[in-house]
């Protein structure tokens, strides 16, 4: 495959892509149903800014953006049964289990793990440690850009994050789970293996606890926003979005099979922070996953990092112990 030069880099020359909003199919059909597909996002956006900022204090809770979240999801699900961007995509019985295995994984195990060694803990300590007299600044902003900053500032931590999975080796064995799925769908942010999964969640968010306002604005925004990054439904995007917001097509870059296509678009929710780091290629790709699109079990998810780090272990080990210098070519 030829390929097209993005930059410095020639992308797609070992699986088919498509590189330029120009050369992205749209969604076809009457004009209520291309206005539908073309302001349902920034609708949803706007919907959700205005319902947490008037909201009372007596719904503005976290339990309430959970039953957001759900809610929304299991409206993604619909849209992707009746709307599928691809036939290839379409969700099985099968799938759908696993994605539900790791939802579960998430909401259950990972989340208690995370308040006893992870992010939740990590934060709690610092926050019984600082003097948080010194945020009054912070507090005193406008509310939404309070919201704006904890978000960016979110993102900008899991682009870095993100980034090094891609650039390290001991990170990159537990995210490389990750880039084996073979479709994207609702879900599919949730596969992955428990080490990453775990790592992907720390961050910065928690430290805005006290400001619970803020706070649930800046989780509108992820999920108005990172939710379209695993979803099998096509949109006629805005031009103002995807210069500035994640979308489906460009993650689903992030999971070709090109190599190439799969070290960019590394962000969650804000592509200009791609941008402005350049590493943000836009373009689409059906064909998804390592190893020419081969699917990995529950069993192996679970195992690989471990089982692939320690090959790789042995192979150092013998090579030292056998004086074998020659190159072994990066991952």
């Known amino acids: 495959m030829e390929g097209v030069r993005v930059g410095k880099r020639m992308i797609g020359t070992q699986a088919p892509v498509t590189i330029g909003w120009e050369n992205i199919p749209r969604v076809e059909g009457g004009p209520f149903k291309q206005a539908f597909f073309t302001w349902f996002q920034p609708a949803v956006l706007f919907g959700l800014i205005l319902f947490w900022y008037y909201a009372p204090n007596s719904i503005a809770k976290a339990s309430t953006a959970i039953g957001i979240g759900i809610g929304f999801r299991v409206l993604m699900l619909t849209m992707e049964h009746f709307f599928p961007r691809y036939e290839s995509w379409r969700l099985t019985w099968k799938e759908l289990a696993t994605d539900l295995f790791y939802v579960g994984l998430g909401y ?58 891609h650039n390290w080796y001991p990170l990159w064995l537990p995210h490389s789970v990750h880039h084996y799925i073979t479709q994207l769908n609702i879900n599919k942010g949730a596969v992955g293996n428990p080490v990453e999964l775990f790592l992907i969640g720390l961050g910065v968010g ?21 939710t379209y990054q695993h979803i099998n439904v096509r949109f006629n995007t805005p031009r103002w979005w995807r210069f500035t917001f994640n979308t489906t097509e460009h993650h689903s870059l992030h999971h070709s099979q090109d190599f190439e296509a799969s070290r ?66 990066a991952e």
């Open 108 to 165: 259950t195990i990972l989340n208690v793990v995370e308040d006893f060694i992870g992010a939740g803990a990590i934060i709690e300590a610092v926050q019984h440690s600082a003097d948080w007299e010194k945020f009054h600044w912070f507090t005193g902003l406008p509310l939404l850009l309070q919201a704006f900053l904890i978000s960016f500032i979110f993102d900008f931590g899991q682009y870095w994050m993100h980034r090094g999975m």
């Open 264 to 329: 960019s678009n590394f962000c969650n929710t804000w592509i200009i922070i791609d941008r402005f780091f350049g590493t943000c290629v836009d373009g689409e790709a059906e064909l998804l996953g390592m190893e020419g699109g081969r699917r990995m079990s529950i069993r192996e998810q679970m195992t690989y990092p471990f089982t692939e780090g320690w090959k790789s272990i042995k192979e150092r080990i013998d090579r030292t112990r056998y004086g074998q210098t020659s190159a072994v070519p």
């Open 206 to 226: 928690g430290f805005f606890d006290f400001l619970p306002r803020a706070a649930l604005l800046a989780g509108a925004l992820g999920l108005a926003v990172g």
